[in-house]
Antibody, heavy 118, light 107 residues
Framework: ELQLLESGGDSVQPGGSLRLSCAASGFALSSYDMSWVRQAAGTGLEWVSAMSRSGTSTYYADSVKGRFTISRDNSKNTLYLQMNSLRAEDTALYYC???????????WGQGTLVTVSS | DIQMTQSPSSLSASVGDRVTITCRARQDISNHLAWYQQKPGKVPKLLIYAASTLQLGVPSRFSGSGSGTDFTLTISSLQPEDVATYYCQKYNDAPLTFGGGTKVEIK
């Protein structure tokens, strides 16, 4: 059964850092494009970052460019999101999502909560 | 960046009603559009991709249409379990922007 399990969410002060993890099972991360999508409480979905299946291409929303880095470890079948210089507006539930044949998302994790507050 | 504009932002309809949600892109995205359903407190679920292809297991009362800049999600006969927020998403290229969402309630 295909599963995505996020972890690493926490409460952090503005300016701090966190690394989110998304452990995949039931499929190989290296076979699909993968993304991070976030959702602040009571608001809509915001695409954050994506990595191509080859791992050679990465993409970021303007709101996180230069602060967040997406990566993966094929040996652990795990996707990561390194989040630096965190701001209050980064507070959200962060989902890991697997792309289908193209970049629509057919599987989502349950999410991990990031809270940025002093 | 291509913005995705959904309308309406919310609607209330009766069980059995036909419900239509629209999504508009500022530039041509061909058929690179997906629709998701998010029930309260739940993870988003893929309903439709390639503008009109129903994801496996999704009830046939859901349908999608459109290409270029204008797209539609239709629920042919609204059911109580369809109460949710619906999002469109473009995926022709990054950023893979979502629409603002349409909250569907039962009247």
């Amino acid at each position: 059964e295909l599963q995505l399990l996020e972890s690493g969410g926490d409460s952090v002060q503005p300016g701090g850092s966190l690394r989110l993890s998304c452990a995949a099972s039931g499929f190989a991360l290296s076979s699909y494009d993968m993304s991070w999508v976030r959702q602040a409480a009571g608001t809509g979905l915001e695409w954050v970052s994506a990595m191509s299946r080859s791992g050679t291409s990465t993409y970021y929303a303007d709101s996180v460019k230069g602060r967040f880095t997406i990566s993966r470890d094929n040996s652990k079948n795990t996707l990561y999101l390194q989040m630096n210089s965190l701001r209050a507006e980064d507070t959200a539930l962060y989902y890991c999502a697997k792309a289908g044949d193209m970049s629509w998302y057919d599987y989502w994790g349950q999410g991990t909560l990031v809270t940025v507050s002093s | 960046d291509i913005q995705m504009t959904q309308s309406p932002s919310s609607l209330s309809a009766s069980v059995g009603d036909r419900v239509t949600i629209t999504c508009r892109a500022r530039q041509d995205i061909s058929n690179h559009l997906a629709w998701y359903q998010q029930k309260p407190g739940k993870v988003p679920k893929l309903l439709i991709y390639a503008a009109s292809t129903l994801q496996l297991g999704v009830p046939s009362r859901f349908s999608g249409s459109g290409s270029g800049t204008d797209f539609t999600l239709t629920i042919s006969s609204l059911q109580p379990e369809d109460v949710a927020t619906y999002y469109c998403q473009k995926y022709n290229d990054a950023p893979l922007t979502f629409g603002g969402g349409t909250k569907v309630e039962i009247k």
